[in-house]
């Protein structure tokens, strides 16, 4: 065969190679693309995508700094030549063409004035024109900023989006403000529960401490300790959460100071299970029950009594109950006291629940089993596994088998 032949028949093979390649990587194509979804899913999926990392700029408010970070994203969604995020104080943040920022603010004004979205056409820009249309963002009702799309030109499409955008970032600073108010509630909440430390305990705890000063020095020396490691961690500034463990150790202080006041009138049985010690609870969520079980339900017992406090694991939760044999608590006092009525003797049992049913749903509130002459039992449930809840972790002292009984 000619070798002219042999060439032409290479080629050919050559060529069928080729076009049997380029029809699989054209099915190829085909199928990945089906497999990312049609044009409107990825449509769909790029505008979720973009909302959600603008998302994270703008709970604290448009006038913050990490909140201009969310310009590039909001650009992106509306597709515009270039946009003007601007605060209530007149603030502009641009992305794009920075020679729109002294534009920017005057319809952001405009538009922030009239609670309505404006557009402005044939503006001059450089070397040509430009139209923009300005949304307000209305948070509650009040202008807290507004955005500026500028594009040319303007369409409808543009004008419709633009002012959905501005409302759905004013949803984001809604949110932002609604959680500021959640934070706010519970700090005071936990005010309100340090402000349980009343003055009548702090003085009969230095009253106790007092006593023991010439009769048995080391004694007294003790119980100041004590007194200084609880009002510490009662009044501590830092963290919404702590551990177990560090409740516990609280609880023992407070006890101890209450048993130098009534001697063997106060008897405590304390079960706990070791693996539940690191377990997360809201800081001051413990303490305040044992308080009310001393102060509520054995102080004007005749003869005190005896409070169990008990931490079990429950599989993926912690069960904590705090239970006294003593006076008790009328069932409607209590069912009024834990429903906001009027504050009474247990706003601690009070605070306490609407704590745990903001932090974990209205499901993990108190269990309280109580009657008049009855004796109280307190009971909670946490998760034991908590993401984002950070609490420095302790080992609590205890005795055998996690038992102690004093």
């Known amino acids: 065969m000619p070798e002219s032949m042999l060439l032409a028949a290479a080629a050919g093979v050559v060529a069928g190679a080729l076009a049997v390649g380029v029809v699989l990587l054209l099915r190829r194509l085909v199928v990945a693309s ?21 998302a994270k700029h703008l709970r604290g408010g448009i006038d913050e700094v990490d909140a201009m970070r969310a310009g590039r994203y909001l650009r992106a969604l509306l597709g515009c ?36 979205s404006q557009v402005q056409r044939r503006i001059p820009l450089g070397d040509g024109e430009t139209d923009a249309v300005a949304a307000p963002i209305l948070a509650d009702g009040r202008a807290v900023g507004a955005i500026v799309a500028f594009a040319a030109p303007v369409r409808a499409g543009l004008v419709r989006a633009t002012g959905e955008v501005a409302d759905w970032v004013a949803a984001q600073v809604e949110l932002g403000e609604l959680d500021a108010s959640r934070a706010a509630l519970a700090e005071a909440e936990v005010r309100a529960l340090r402000a349980q430390i009343s003055p009548h305990f702090i003085y009969n705890s230095l009253n106790a401490i007092a006593s023991f000063i ?11 300790l004590e007194f200084a490691d609880f009002t510490r961690y009662s009044f501590r500034r830092h963290g919404d959460f702590t551990t177990v463990a560090e409740e516990l150790r609280s609880i023992d202080s407070y006890l101890r100071l209450e048993r130098a006041r009534f001697g063997d009138r106060l008897k405590v049985t304390l079960q706990v299970a070791p693996e539940v010690l690191s377990t997360v609870v809201p800081f001051l969520s413990i303490q305040p029950l044992v308080e009310n079980a001393v102060r509520h339900g054995l102080e004007s017992k005749e003869g005190g009594g005896r409070i169990t406090i008990t931490a079990e694991d429950s599989g993926a939760f912690a069960e904590i109950s705090v239970e006294d044999d003593g006076v008790g608590i009328d069932p409607a006092v209590l069912e009024s006291v834990l429903a906001g009525g009027a504050p009474g003797e247990h706003v601690g049992l009070r605070n306490v629940d609407a704590r745990l049913r903001q932090v974990y749903g209205e499901e993990h509130g108190l269990v ?39």
């Open 34 to 54: 089906r497999e990312l979804g049609t044009d409107v899913e990825r449509a769909t999926y790029q505008t979720l995508h973009l909302a959600s990392r603008a």
């Open 81 to 116: 030549e270039s946009l003007a995020l601007v605060d209530r104080a007149g603030g502009v943040t641009v992305e794009g063409d920075d020679a729109v920022r002294s534009v920017a603010g005057r319809l952001a004004a405009e538009a922030s004035a009239s609670g309505k």
């Open 214 to 224: 010439n009769t048995d020095p080391a004694q007294a020396r003790e119980l100041v």
């Open 368 to 406: 309280v089993e109580t009657n008049v002459g009855a004796g109280t039992l307190v009971r909670m449930r946490v998760p034991k596994s908590q993401p984002g809840r950070v609490a420095a972790s302790a080992d609590a002292a205890l005795g055998p088998d996690g038992r102690l009984e004093r």
